[in-house]
């Protein structure tokens, strides 16, 4: 809101009745500023990374900073996700929104805006989320494969018949249709989950081969693509037969990246399909909430839209 337009709405408030005024004080109390908490002065120039930034004043309700470098202005939001929408009062319920896991209209819904702005701003908040996912897992890592139907939702222009609210493939097991996810957890809980083009050994090992560390003993079901992975790259590897119902082997088991997998598609199930070309972001959007579990608020959720997010959780023990 510009300064103008908050002066006439002040210049109002005292045609407010009594029950009105409780009313407004009650929903303040309730939506503290969330964008407010979240945001953090910027060190470098986003334009030029020279740390020479210095105060210039105040732009749309945002602290203004210039570079001493390359003479440009810039506030907290420049060069994330997040510049120029508008709007920013409403950020903090869609936060709470994504906290929730609402589908876009009732997102629009509970921050009264179209359900064109809400898809918009799921997947601005999402791009950087979805970048957020472990750097290194070591001691026994669990790695197993899910897939979702490929989905051209939202485009105009199809390559085939179109599906209803997610749809079902034409022909069973893995084909064309199917898009793999490879799920990797270690016991810490360090996650990371990756979008293939396709499930052979060149690309499971792109990803594997710099998340593991040395020391890492990678669990797997029988599937050959992880024995030729592991042998080339000389990692550690214990093999479950699931076919002659051999679930556990001692310690080494895949069950818990079963159970996310589960967790995920239970998950995925009330948006009735999506867009292969937004699978990443949907991905990172539920390793958000894993990563948090019972303690996530709007605040985790605004600071991790905008790039803040807790690298111990990522990279250590």
């Known amino acids: 809101m510009r300064a103008t337009e908050f002066r006439s709405w002040l210049s ?8 009105q005024r409780e009313q407004l004080q009650a929903q303040l109390s309730s939506h503290p500023d969330v964008l407010s908490e979240a945001l953090a002065a910027p060190e470098r120039c986003p334009h030029c990374q020279a740390k020479a930034l210095r105060p210039w004043g105040t732009s749309h309700g945002l602290a203004r900073y210039r570079c ?12 994330t996700p997040m510049a120029r929408l508008r709007h920013r009062e409403c950020w903090g319920r869609y936060a709470q929104a994504l906290v929730q896991s609402l589908t876009v209209r009732d997102a629009a819904a509970f921050c009264g805006v ?4 809400a898809f918009r701003w799921r997947h601005r908040f999402l791009r950087l989320i979805a970048e957020h996912r472990a750097q290194h897992e070591s001691g026994i890592v669990e790695a197993d494969e899910t897939f979702f139907l490929e989905s051209f939702k ?15 493939a034409q022909r069973k097991g893995f ?9 990797v957890r270690d016991r810490s809980g360090r996650h990371a989950d990756f979008h293939l083009e396709k499930l052979n050994a060149v690309h499971v090992g792109a990803v594997l081969r710099p998340l593991l560390d040395p020391d890492a003993v990678l669990c797997t079901d029988s599937a050959a693509v992880y024995h030729s992975v592991t042998k080339a790259a000389g990692i550690t590897h214990r093999r479950l037969n699931l076919r002659q119902k051999r679930r556990t082997d001692g310690a080494f088991h895949i069950q818990n990246v079963n159970a996310y997998d589960s967790r995920l ?29 019972n303690d996530i608020n709007p605040l ?16 250590q023990t």
């Not at 109002?12 to 029950?19: E, F, G, I, K, T």
């Not at 001493?68 to 060069?79: E, H, I, S, V, Y």
């Not at 803040?308 to 990279?315: A, E, G």
Request: with cysteine; glycine share 10%.
């Open 154 to 168: 939202g485009q105009r222009q199809l390559p085939r018949l179109a599906r209803k609210r997610g749809g079902t």
């Open 12 to 19: 109002r408030l005292d045609q407010l009745n009594q029950a």
């Open 175 to 183: 084909t064309a249709e199917q898009i793999p996810v490879l799920v």
């Open 114 to 117: 179209h359900k064109n702005t």
């Open 68 to 79: 001493r470098g390359c003479g440009r202005t810039c506030n907290a939001l420049t060069g």
């Open 265 to 293: 598609k239970a998950w995925m199930i009330p948006f009735h399909g999506v867009a292969t070309k937004y699978l990443a972001n949907y991905l990172g959007w539920r390793r958000l909430l894993e990563r948090y579990g």
């Open 300 to 315: 985790m959720c605004m600071r991790e839209s905008l790039g803040y997010y807790p690298l111990q959780q990522l990279t």
